[in-house]
Structures are given as structure tokens and as C-alpha cells.
């Protein structure tokens, strides 16, 4: 073996030398234009197999390719050549170790290569002729489509009971119908009774057996055909005669053969649901029934796509309800949902459409979040992300957005992008290989960055390629070897080069460039390096820099605009670098995308009372728009919402929850990558209301009247009129037992109740009615119950009918019916009501004992929120007649919004009955009295705006009084009632006298002013007039006018008369008038100006008058006043104004000019007087002038002003005084008081122990200019206690206290007794020694 190997190496090298030079130039023209290749069937690449046979990997040993004659000289071979000469001592021992058994190994991988690459290839061309068949096949069954028919129809059968018939047909169609057997419009299961039905079907020949006929096989049977081009359909009706002599099938109304199980049908059902963004959505249908076994898988779609169960999708479906829960609603969630059920028949679906709102945004005035972000062109260390911009701005328009990653491991959310991308994709690098990563995108404007979209999925990052470098092969007893291409590679040591360097993507700030990697790569990881170049230099410079690249692509972010690049990429392993690649294609920086433009012709059409469908034209370039953003407001308001947050792909949509008769408007924008458009034009306003359709079938057929070859028919009005009003009724007949219906009447009957002539008496007879409005007729009733047409003898009354019912409230309604039209023996003399609680409970009570004559009645004491039914019979002579068709079940609940008929008096003096409805359509109101009279267009006229109808009475009477009511004729129940007595007519009659002949309201009566300057202004105010008001002013007697003195204004706006004397005088003494008219409104207001008020407004006038005049120069703002301060100073002052610089200002006493203080910027003059003595008291004058006049002001400081003086003064004495203090002396105590200085006006006295003390021989009070005091001579224990002076100012006593007692006492007394010893001693030292006096003594004594 080794020897083997050795041979086969040395003849490689051999064939390489000779064939070196001949191959060298096609070896490396093939090296850069072989595309890469996986493992794949010679029949996918077949031009390549004969001179490429390791690179698509044909399962081939390195030993078989070198052996090949044929195989050409690629320069990977050059690298094994040396590798093989450099490495044969490694191998020589490799193959000695294994021996014999390694090259027995490589023999069988030899043989099973060569014999899988035999069946793959087979098997890849019989799936090539496969695939080509089918296509073939299935042009010829286009060519041959058909929709389906019944060349040989059903045909009916008549058999007698116990035969076996067979029924057949032959149904044709391409593709081959689905076929269905029905018996009297049920499916047939043939698993029902299948000893007695034997069904087959082949070739087109459909057949059913039944054995032995019985009465109950009898009926109408049909056969479906259903295919995807349509559908066709037969029918046959078998006829059963029994030996009895009756005749079996010759009804249509025959018992089915088959007894089917109640299957279940939608009940309830969700309605369009609103859920905002992050909030559980819970969805749910309930059923008629419990679900049958075949119809418990319930199925749910989101826009057509199937919902399954998943730990964020809930689908849970038992018994009668199903339900899907998503835990976190988002904006991708936002679509229309489908329940689908399945039934015998067909395929029953709800759908609804489920919009979820905006979150509250992140930061103020932040945009929403985006949407739909997808991840693609996952490599090993990049990804390329792509979204839709939201349909939220926010405050301010989006600029652009951040992309966000997540490495799950780590568990955090980091930035990608430090610059705002603003195109809607974006090329993420840098990334870990073999990392789950997630991303989320965020929108940024003006406020910041909003709400983050949903998180993706997690995605890994990989080797897109990584599966085509490795295949298994299976050997013989089910044993396989895995062979990966590293394997076969492995003597690759420096890399090649890539290839098929292009940009994969181009934007406006950046390109993704794209290579092919080389081929081999080799068994070691490759990098890249990035080069670039700009055109038309031969310099290159490393674009990725620092980065490492590990996947063939890399996004370039720094290129200038308007310059074109050049780039190249060189493979790196750990045996070094490749030479570069080939240069790319000249690569520039894309052009701005352009945001798209916005759609036009946005139209709004009337859908439903909550829904409106809109349209809109799409733009011409529409390549690139990924849908539509719909936005309404309510008429006027500009107040603009936002409709989907999921772009809408078509143009055309039903927007919901809109407000029932609100107008609106409508907007569309185009959303595209590069961003939404603006705004398209504003639809014009709709207003919210249902679109008409054909009304709903009538009900409760009753047969009124029968003359034996005439019927009178009434029935019951459509539950609902399609938004129109019914404009008439249809009836069909048919006779009992036949199945086919004829028309009664071609012109519509306008009325609910129409005679049927011709009819044969004896014979029973069924009929059915349709409504019809504007837009069609509507499907027909039931079929009535079988009538005898035979005529009516019987003494008691017909049945009444038509019952309706109004005025339905919480505790009453009002029921309102027909009389019988058939009377009986004797004419109907009242009618009996009875009431049933329940939807179809026969229990019926007794409502009246005594008949009642009106064809109307009002039911009290019922129950809020129970339902009932009711029925009237009338009553003749001969009895009770047989009671009418129960009337629909009625709640008893007042509406929302229910309102009451009002009555009142119009502005234009008219008594009216007023009734405004919440919900108003294109309907109309009827009135009427006594629920039945019309009303008389003489006496009154019925007006409609908008929601409000009212009754106008012209001249209101008595005959006027009574019962009426109101109610909108498309929807009865809207109504009211109101009875009109005579106190209402009384009442309002007066008020339209007062409304007919108005009187213009008062707001203020006359008033006299007198302005600063003497002027004097009479007025009043009325309420607003109109323009068209008038004024006549009467002064005593006689109709004045504006004059120079005496001006006269009417504002008519503002309702005011005035008038303005320049200057009053005493011919201006009188009464004044003013007479005003507006319209029919009239009023007079009189002013008696005269006498006392005359007299004082005059001299208030000229004293104000002289005021102003004083005012033209220099005057007194502050006259002469006379102040006492703190310090007990008099000071006397005035304030100037109005001053200029040869303004004067003098000071006089008795005539005599004083001196005083002038400050002339604030023209405040002052006079202090520290010491007030009657020298102070007299007459002061301050006269002030210039060239412009002068003023003057006095001050009398004599009689009662100067007392007033001396009490203020002795008053501030008295504040100032301060506490009593003790003063020990030779004689005994002093008790005395400071003050700033003492008056004789301040009366004082002195109190002890609370009394007075009188002047005696041991007290002595006294006063200096500063101080008061009193005397204590000897004092002894008598004289402790509480000692109080008391100062009278004239107005007020101010008290001082001192509590001489205690050790203060004890202390006083004993420095009095010192002193007095003292006292004592110095008078025994003046003695006289020997007749002459110590002069020292005496001069100290004197001292």
C-alpha cells in the first residue's frame, strides 16, 4: 500500500511538470471564473462535472482526481504538489501504520462514491422527467377546464311503497366536481341508514339506490356540484304511492327521511376590537349549540394566515365558545381576524378586524414605534435589517432611527448605529459568530427616541454556507461516513482569493459589499481584508481598518458623495494572505430615496351607523410603497387620529368605531422605506350613518277577514327597514301541498294589509309577503299557517291587529292597535289586554276587567329589565273574540338618552309642542292626537331641524286640548307623549301675550355722575338692541336733541342712552324721558331731576368745576394737617404738585411769614415744633404760585383744634412715659415717672392699693417738664403695697404700676434711714462754737 501511494504521488508530479506550461494560463483564467459550488446532482451543474469534479464535491479522493487524464491544471494543485513533496515522508509512514487496512477502507468509500453518484443522478432525472410530466399534465387539465354540469339531470319518480328506485345522474367538469346529495334541502348521510341507501359514484355516473321505499323517503331530492369554476345543481322528486291510497311526496312539506344532529351554528360573536400596543387581546365566539365531533377544530387566521397555539398565542376551544389570547398585543398583530367552523354543509367564518393603539409614548412629544422589523442575509458576524416607519410622528416629524442588538447571553440591550439611519433598513456588523442575538429598531424626532418596536426572533449568527461543506454517505450494513470538504482540503495551506467582489447593497450613506469566498477555502477559518481605491488612482487603502471580517460582507460608511470607489478583498488564514481579488466594478454612494408621494382622490363612503368604507388612488410610482396610513377627524376640529398602525397593502378600507351621525373627515399617507409621504388631500365630510339596503322580511301573517272568495291579510312591519322607508309590500299564494308560489300583486300594496280576490272557497292557502324600498325587495316572511278560505258567520268579533308599541319605559309602555275588521253580529263595544312575562310563555294575565273603547292603552307596573308580551281581543255582544298575534318580546327599560315632549312659546309668540331626538336619520316625525287622529294643518304645522320635530298651534282654543304624540317613523321607538290641559293653555297663553308684545329689560336705571372737571352725565342701560332700535328723549314735556351744551349718545350694542352737560345749570332742572323701540319690544324710563337731587348734583358739579380750574397750576395735593410724632414734636405740613422752577412757596402765621422746611422734589413742606406752648396756637396760611396761578391752604390751630392738638400730645406724653422707679430720701420715698416732656393737659393722680391718694401731710405729688413724682414722708410699714399713676389725656388713662413690697420695700426703707442719719450728722456739724458759725459748714451746706 505504501509503495502504491508512493507511485501514484510521483506520477501526480510528473503529469503536473509536463502539463505546467500549457495549463498555467487556462488553470488561472479558471480560478477566477469557477463559480462556487455545494454538493449537488450532475444534473444542476452538468456543464461543469467533466473538468470540476472536487469542487462540487462528487464524493471523489484526492488519489482518483490526480489520477484523472482529463482533469485540468488548477494552481491548487501547484500548492499540493510542493505540499505532497514536502509532507511524503509524513504520508510514507501514515500508510505503513495502516497497511492493508486503510487502503481497504478507501476502496469501499471509492465504490460507494461511484455508486451513489450513479443514483443520485438517476433519481435526479427521473424527478427532471417527473417534474415535467406534471407540468405537461397540468397544462392539459387547464386546457381542459370546465366548470361542472349535469349533462343527464335528476328526473322524478313515482313508486309504490316497498319498490326499490334508483335516482341518477351524470355530472361533467374539469377539475371533477365535488358531489352532494340533499333530501328536502338537507344533506344526506348515507351512514344514517345504510341497509336502505346505496350510494355510488364513477366516472361522472352519480346514482342513489333506495331499496325499499317508504312514505318517509318521499320528498324533493338534489344533487350539488361544487368545483373551484362553480357550481350546478338538479333536482327530482320521488313520489310514493301507498297501498292505503294516499300519496306520499306530493308535498314539499314532507318529514325528512334522515334525522340530522343539531349542529352548531356563530352566536355571538366578537365585534371590531381596539387593544393598545403591550396589552393582552382576548377574542372570543360562542356557538348555538355544543360543538359536534367534527366541528372541534375551530380554526383561526389572522389575514388569511393560520394561528396555532404557542407560547404567545393562546387558541383554547370548548363546548359552545372558542377564544384566541395573545398574551403582548403589537402593531404586526393588527390585521383582520377569522374564526372558521365547519358544518354539514359548508365553511362558516366571523371575522373582525382587531386594531391595536399606539403605547404612551416614551418621552413627550416622542414618535411611535416601528414595526415589521425583518431579519435577512444572516452571515457570521453581520445581518441586514429592514422595518416600516411608524404611522405616529409625534410632536415633530421622524429624522430618522437607532438600532438596537441584544446578545441573549449577556442579557442587554446596546446601540448599533451612533449616527441616525434614515432610510428603513440598515446593515448590522461586528457581530460574535455563533451568538443569538435580537433587534429592535426606535424612531427618533425632535423630543428624542420613542417606544421600541417589537424584539425579532432570536437569530444566530452562522455560516449561511456551512451545510454545503459536509454530506454524508452510506456504506454497506447501514454504516455512513461523514465527508466535510475541510477534509478533502485539508493540504490547503495559504488562501486564494476571493471572488465576485460586488455591492449587494447601495444607499445614500452607505454600500454592503459582497464576495464570494474562495474555493478551496481550506480547512483553517478564513478573515478578510477590505481594500479600496478611488477611481482612477492605483493606490489602495485598507478599509476595515481595525475590524476583523469574518463573513463576505462588509458595510463601508465612510464614502464621499459624488466619488467613485474601487475595492478588492484579500483571504486571510494562519499561513498568511491571498493576493487580492480582482477589482470590483466602479461602486458610488446611491442617490437620497425620496420619501413617496401621498395618494390622491381619498373618498369616504357610507358603510354602517359606526363605519365608513374609504378609497383612495394610488400613486403612479408605487414600486417601492409598502402600504397606506389612514388618519380621520372630526369635521372643523382638526383634532387628526390615527386609524391603522400596520401599513394597509390595498386602497381601500373600512375604518370603525366612529360616531354614530358624526361627521368626519379622512386622509391618507404612502409608506415606503425611505419614509411616509405627506398628507393627501382631506376627503370631503361624511356623515356617519348606515347605507341603505333592502329592508328585512315581515312577520305574523294574520288572516283579518274572509268572505269566501276574498281574504284581508295583515302582518307585521320589517324588524328593520334598510335605512329607507318601506315604500311597499309583495304577497305570493300558493295552496296548500303545492310547491310552487304565484305572484298576488304586481303594483306594492302601501299598507300592511291587502285583500286577496279569486280565491276558491273550501281550499287552504298560504302566503308570504316582501318589503321593498329604494333599494330593492327584501327576502320574504315565513310562509303564513294553511288558511281556510271559508266565509267567516261566527257572532264574535274578528282578531284585532296591527299592535305596536311606544312610549316604552322603565315601569310602562303604551300599546296601540287596529279594530277587527270583521265585527261579528254586533258592532265591537270594547277590548280586553292581556299580558304575558317571558319570550314565549303561554301564562296570559288579564290587564283590564272592563273593556276598554280606545284602540289604545297604556300599560303600568311593570317591572324594569323583564321581558313581555301582549295581545288584545275585542268584545261585541256575543263574546270575546279570539285574540290577536302576540306582539314581539318587549324589555321594559327606558333607552339611553330617552327624552320627553316639552311645551312652550317660541320667539315669535307661537304655543308649541316640542320632541328632540339623540339619534336622528333621514327618517321623519309623526304626530298625531289620540295615538290616532292626524293632525289638523289648520291648527297646527309640524317643523323638523335636524333632530327636533315640533307642532306649532296657530291659534291655540280649546279645542286644541288633549292627548298627542310623537314618533319617528322609521324607528317607533323613539316616541312620546304629552296630554295639552287647560292650566298648560292658560299658562302659555299669557306668556305669548308677554313674548308678542316685549318689553325691552332694564339693567341699570338712570344714574347721575359728576366727573373731576364739573361735567354731569345722565344714563342708563338696557339689554343689547338690535341696529334697528330707536330713541325719543322727552325733557318736561318736549322732545330733545343733542345741542353744544347738552350732547346726547345711544349705543345700541351695548343698549346705552346717555346725556352730557358741558356745564349743569339751573334750566336743566326737570324730568327726563327716554322712550326706546326694537322691533315689537318697547320700553320708557323717566328721570325726576329736580329739587334737593337737582341742587346737590349742581354744587358738586361747580365745586368740582373750581377744583379742576385750581388744578391748572401749582396746587396743594395735601392741604395743611397737623401731626404729633414718637418724640411729642407738633409738626405741621402740606404737599405741592404740579410745580415748576419758578413755583413759591410761602409759610404764614397771623400774617407773618415762618420759616420751614421745603423739599421741592417732593413738594412736601414741613414744620417742627419741638415744644408745644400756647404760643403754637393761631391761624397758619402756606400760600403756593407761579406765573400759571396759585392756591391756598389754611389751618386753624384755635379752639377745638388746638385742644384736639393738646390731646394728642398729651397722649403721646403718656405713651412715652416709662415705669414707675423708687428714689430713697432724707425726708422719706419718691416715686416718679420719665416722659419726653409733661404738660398741664395730662391730668395725672396717684393711687395706693387701688385709692386714690389725696394731698396730705405725708404725701406731696409735683411735675417738672420731664418728670411726675410723689412724696412719701417718714414712710413706715403702712406705706407697702402697690402704688399706681394714672395720666388722663381727655380720651384715654394710661396707667404706670410699682410694687413696693418685699425686699424692694426693705431696701428703700433702709437707704432712707441711712440717709436720714447722714442728714442728721451734717446738720450737728454746723452748730455755732463760741458765738461764730463754722464757715466750711456753712459753704458745704450751701454747696
Not at 499540493?80 to 509512514?93: F, M, N, P, W
Not at 428603513?424 to 426606535?442: A, C, D, I, N
Not at 460586488?502 to 481584508?529: I, K, N, Q
Request: charged share 25%.
Amino acid at each position: 500500500a505504501s509503495w502504491w501511494v508512493i507511485m501514484e504521488t510521483r506520477v501526480v508530479m510528473q503529469r503536473e511538470q509536463e502539463e505546467q506550461s500549457s495549463q498555467m494560463s487556462h488553470s488561472m483564467q479558471l480560478s477566477s471564473q469557477i463559480k462556487k459550488k455545494t454538493f449537488t446532482s450532475s444534473d444542476e451543474e452538468a456543464s461543469y462535472s467533466d473538468f470540476y469534479p472536487i469542487i462540487p464535491a462528487d464524493l471523489m479522493s484526492v488519489k482518483e482526481i490526480l489520477n484523472m487524464d482529463n482533469f485540468p491544471r488548477h494552481r491548487t494543485w501547484e500548492i499540493l504538489k510542493e505540499t505532497l513533496a514536502a509532507d511524503e515522508e509524513y504520508h510514507r509512514d501514515k500508510w505503513t501504520l495502516f497497511g492493508n487496512e486503510a487502503e481497504k477502507v478507501e476502496l469501499d468509500v471509492i465504490r460507494n462514491q461511484h455508486m451513489l453518484r450513479t443514483r443520485v443522478d438517476t433519481m435526479a432525472l427521473r424527478k427532471q422527467a417527473e417534474k415535467k410530466a406534471s407540468a405537461h399534465m397540468k397544462y392539459l387539465e387547464r386546457l381542459n377546464q370546465k366548470a361542472p354540469d349535469f349533462p343527464i339531470p335528476l328526473r322524478a319518480h313515482t313508486v309504490w311503497e316497498g319498490m326499490t328506485v334508483k335516482l341518477s345522474c351524470t355530472v361533467q367538469g374539469c377539475p371533477p366536481p365535488k358531489v352532494t346529495w340533499y333530501k328536502d334541502g338537507v344533506p344526506l348521510r348515507m351512514a344514517d341508514q345504510p341497509w336502505n341507501y346505496s350510494l355510488q359514484q364513477k366516472f361522472g355516473f352519480n346514482s342513489l339506490e333506495i331499496r325499499r321505499c317508504a312514505p318517509d323517503d318521499a320528498g324533493e331530492y338534489k344533487v350539488v356540484a361544487k368545483s373551484p369554476l362553480g357550481e350546478a345543481m338538479t333536482f327530482g322528486r320521488l313520489v310514493v304511492n301507498s297501498y292505503q291510497g294516499a300519496v306520499a311526496g306530493s308535498e314539499s312539506s314532507q318529514t325528512p327521511a334522515l334525522k340530522l344532529e343539531q349542529e352548531a351554528q356563530f352566536g355571538d360573536t366578537f365585534p371590531p376590537t381596539w387593544v393598545k400596543e403591550g396589552d393582552s387581546l382576548t377574542l372570543q365566539c360562542t356557538f348555538t349549540s355544543a360543538l359536534l365531533p367534527f366541528q372541534q377544530d375551530v380554526t383561526w387566521f389572522r389575514d388569511g394566515i393560520q394561528l396555532h397555539h404557542s407560547s404567545t398565542v393562546d387558541i383554547k376551544t370548548v363546548n359552545d365558545k372558542t377564544s384566541i389570547t395573545l398574551k403582548a398585543a403589537h402593531k404586526e398583530h393588527e390585521g383582520v381576524y377569522t374564526a372558521q367552523l365547519r358544518t354539514w354543509d359548508e365553511i362558516q367564518e366571523h371575522s373582525a378586524f382587531v386594531y391595536v393603539k399606539d403605547a404612551s409614548a416614551s418621552v413627550l412629544g416622542g414618535p411611535a414605534s416601528p414595526l415589521a422589523v425583518q431579519v435577512s442575509d444572516v452571515n457570521k458576524d453581520y445581518v441586514f435589517l429592514t422595518w416600516q416607519p411608524p404611522s405616529a410622528d409625534g410632536a415633530s416629524p421622524v429624522e430618522g432611527y437607532y438600532v438596537e442588538r441584544y446578545d441573549v447571553s449577556q442579557g442587554e440591550w446596546v446601540r448599533c448605529n451612533v449616527h441616525i439611519q434614515k432610510m428603513s433598513h440598515y446593515p448590522v456588523f461586528g457581530l460574535k459568530e455563533g451568538t443569538l442575538y435580537q433587534f429592535r429598531v426606535r424612531a427618533v424626532n425632535r423630543a428624542g427616541a420613542g417606544r421600541p418596536s417589537k424584539a425579532t426572533e432570536p437569530v444566530l449568527t452562522t455560516d449561511p454556507l456551512e451545510h454545503t461543506r459536509t454530506m454524508v454517505v452510506k456504506v454497506d450494513r447501514g454504516r455512513t461516513i461523514t465527508i466535510t470538504k475541510d477534509e478533502l482540503e485539508g493540504q490547503v495551506k495559504a488562501p486564494f482569493p476571493p471572488t465576485n467582489v460586488h455591492a449587494c447593497e447601495v444607499s445614500d450613506t452607505y454600500v454592503v459589499l459582497s464576495w464570494t469566498e474562495p474555493d478551496p477555502r481550506g480547512r483553517e477559518p478564513l478573515t478578510f481584508y477590505v481594500e479600496r481605491s478611488l477611481a482612477g488612482k492605483s493606490s489602495w487603502q485598507l478599509a476595515s481598518l481595525d475590524m476583523v471580517v469574518n463573513s463576505p460582507r462588509f458595510p463601508v460608511f465612510d464614502l464621499v458623495k459624488g466619488k467613485q470607489y474601487c475595492f478588492r478583498v484579500r483571504s486571510i488564514n494562519k499561513y498568511g494572505v491571498s493576493d487580492p481579488s480582482e477589482p470590483s466594478e466602479m461602486i458610488s454612494l446611491g442617490k437620497p430615496q425620496a420619501a413617496p408621494a401621498p395618494p390622491h382622490s381619498v373618498m369616504a363612503i357610507r358603510d354602517t351607523d359606526t363605519s365608513v368604507l374609504l378609497q383612495w388612488q394610488e400613486p403612479k410610482e408605487k414600486d417601492d410603497i409598502l402600504g397606506y396610513y389612514l388618519y380621520y377627524s372630526e369635521t372643523g376640529k382638526q383634532e387628526w387620529k390615527t386609524v391603522n398602525n400596520k401599513p394597509v397593502t390595498t386602497p381601500r378600507f373600512t375604518v370603525h368605531g366612529l360616531k354614530t351621525r358624526g361627521e368626519y373627515v379622512f386622509r391618507v399617507k404612502s409608506v415606503s422605506r425611505a419614509g411616509n409621504s405627506k398628507y393627501s388631500n382631506e376627503s370631503h365630510p361624511i356623515l356617519v350613518k348606515s347605507a341603505i339596503y333592502v329592508p328585512s322580511a315581515p312577520s305574523d301573517i294574520a288572516l283579518l277577514l274572509c268572505t269566501g272568495s276574498e281574504m284581508v291579510l295583515g302582518w307585521r312591519a320589517p324588524a328593520c327597514n334598510g335605512g329607507d322607508p318601506v315604500s311597499g309590500y309583495y304577497l305570493d299564494q300558493r295552496e296548500r301541498g303545492m310547491e310552487t308560489w304565484r305572484e298576488v300583486n304586481v303594483k306594492p300594496a302601501k299598507e300592511r294589509q291587502f285583500k286577496v280576490c279569486n280565491l276558491t272557497s273550501g281550499h287552504f292557502y298560504q302566503f308570504r309577503v316582501f318589503a321593498a324600498n329604494v333599494a330593492g325587495v327584501g327576502k320574504p316572511s315565513e310562509a303564513s299557517e294553511a288558511f281556510l278560505c271559508e266565509k267567516w258567520t261566527m257572532p264574535e268579533p274578528g282578531c284585532p291587529y296591527d299592535l305596536e308599541l311606544r312610549e316604552v319605559r322603565n315601569s310602562s309602555l303604551v300599546l296601540l292597535w287596529a279594530a277587527p275588521l270583521y265585527e261579528g253580529k254586533s258592532p265591537v263595544t270594547g277590548y280586553l289586554l292581556e299580558i304575558s312575562q317571558g319570550d314565549q310563555s303561554d301564562n296570559w294575565t288579564a290587564l283590564n276587567e272592563k273593556p276598554v273603547s280606545d284602540t289604545h292603552y297604556k300599560v303600568s307596573g311593570l317591572q324594569a329589565g323583564q321581558t313581555y308580551r301582549l295581545r288584545v281581543s275585542a268584545v261585541n255582544e256575543a263574546g270575546v273574540g279570539c285574540a290577536s298575534l302576540p306582539t314581539e318580546p318587549v324589555t321594559a327599560q327606558t333607552q339611553p338618552g330617552t327624552k320627553n315632549i316639552e311645551i312652550g312659546v317660541d320667539d315669535d309668540g307661537f304655543i308649541f309642542l316640542g320632541y328632540e331626538a339623540d339619534e336622528m336619520n333621514d327618517s321623519k316625525f309623526l304626530w298625531r292626537k289620540d295615538y290616532t287622529e292626524p293632525i289638523d294643518a289648520g291648527r297646527a304645522r309640524a317643523e323638523t331641524k335636524k333632530n327636533r320635530a315640533v307642532l306649532i298651534f296657530t291659534e291655540p282654543s280649546e279645542e286644541d286640548l288633549g292627548l298627542y304624540t310623537v314618533e319617528m317613523i322609521d324607528n317607533t321607538n323613539l316616541s312620546s307623549s304629552y296630554d295639552f290641559t287647560a292650566e298648560d293653555l292658560e299658562r302659555l297663553k299669557e306668556l305669548s301675550w308677554q313674548v308678542r308684545n316685549p318689553l325691552i329689560a332694564l339693567k341699570s336705571g338712570w344714574q347721575v355722575e359728576v366727573s373731576e372737571k364739573g361735567d354731569v352725565r345722565l344714563w342708563l342701560q338696557t339689554e343689547s338692541l338690535s341696529n334697528a332700535a330707536e330713541l325719543r328723549l322727552i325733557f318736561n314735556d318736549r322732545e330733545i336733541s343733542s345741542t353744544p351744551h347738552r350732547k346726547i349718545n345711544f349705543d345700541k350694542a351695548k343698549g346705552l342712552v346717555e346725556i352730557l352737560f358741558d356745564q349743569l345749570s339751573q334750566e336743566d332742572e326737570g324730568s327726563y324721558t327716554a322712550q326706546l323701540r326694537d322691533g315689537r319690544a318697547k320700553n320708557q324710563f323717566t328721570l325726576v331731576f329736580v329739587d334737593q337731587k337737582f341742587r346737590q348734583t349742581l354744587a358738586l358739579a361747580d365745586a368740582n368745576r373750581r377744583d379742576h380750574e385750581r388744578k391748572s397750576g401749582p396746587y396743594f395735593q395735601e392741604f395743611l394737617s397737623w401731626s404729633v410724632n414718637e418724640d411729642c414734636e407738633l409738626i405741621i405740613k402740606c404737599k405741592v404738585t404740579n410745580t415748576n422752577k419758578d413755583t413759591s412757596l410761602k409759610w404764614f402765621k397771623e400774617g407773618v411769614v415762618t420759616q420751614v422746611v421745603y423739599d421741592q422734589s417732593s413738594g412736601v413742606s414741613t414744620l417742627t415744633i419741638p415744644q408745644v406752648t400756647k404760643k403754637e396756637a393761631g391761624s397758619y396760611r402756606a400760600v403756593v404760585s407761579d406765573g400759571r396761578g396759585e392756591d391756598v391752604s389754611t389751618l386753624e390751630l384755635l379752639d377745638d383744634e388746638y385742644d384736639k392738638l393738646l390731646q394728642q400730645l398729651s397722649k403721646q406724653c403718656a405713651l412715652s412715659a416709662s415705669p414707675l422707679r423708687i428714689q430713697s430720701t432724707a425726708e422719706g420715698f419718691k416715686l416718679y415717672c420719665s416722659l419726653k416732656y409733661y404738660i398741664n393737659y395730662l391730668k395725672n393722680s396717684w393711687h395706693f392699693k387701688e385709692k386714690r391718694i389725696d394731698q396730705e401731710a405725708r404725701t406731696k405729688p409735683g411735675s417738672s417738664m420731664q418728670k411726675v413724682w410723689i412724696e412719701i414722708f417718714n414712710p413706715t410699714e403702712n406705706d407697702k403695697g402697690k402704688y399706681t399713676l394714672e395720666m388722663f389725656d381727655g380720651k384715654e388713662t394710661h396707667k404706670r404700676y410699682l410694687d413696693l413690697s418685699g425686699q424692694a420695700f426693705a431696701d428703700a426703707l433702709l437707704e432712707y434711714q441711712r440717709l436720714k442719719q447722714a442728714a442728721i450728722a451734717e446738720k450737728n456739724r454746723a452748730k455755732v462754737t463760741k458765738g461764730l458759725p463754722d464757715v466750711v459748714a456753712i459753704m458745704e451746706g450751701k454747696v
